[in-house]
């Protein structure tokens, strides 16, 4: 019941979270952020009504415990996680790489296996630093290589991200 309600948290969470990156002004310009938030709720969207699910939304109602479980399996995929990344803190981090998330991830990184390294190892830097008593600066140095893929596959992101948005 706990992974549900988890799992429930974060599709809301992340829905919220998307859904308020698409109020901006025609005259504003989307950060890179937005584009890809916005492009991924969009592909997400979609997965998730080609297998016949209403991608969640704030205040819907709250579907049942079993359509909470198949709308998370849908977006975050099942069984073990084929993704699996042990940091210098200790923490293990997992994904699927089934699931809406994952094909979208797949179709604006281009390869997901190396963005969840990345993406995990450069959302942790700051932890490690802490961790092992060294500066960010040592740290961000140690992982010049993650950090540059980080970069070259958030530009591609940003640059798929764009059709994604000009077509409704």
Known sequence: MRHIALATATL???AGLLTA???TSPAARPSPDDLIKTATQRLTDACLTRQGLVPPRPGQSSP???EQQH???????????ELSLRLPTGYTVRAHTDGCLAAAQRRLYGDQRRWFRASVIVGNLRPEAAHTHRTLAEVRARHRAE???WRRMRARAVRAAGPLLTTE
């Open 12 to 14: 809301l969470a992340t």
């Open 21 to 23: 990156c698409t109020t």
């Open 64 to 66: 049942s415990a079993a």
């Open 71 to 81: 709308l998370a399996d849908a977006l975050f995929g099942t069984g073990k996680a």
């Open 147 to 149: 950090l540059a893929d």
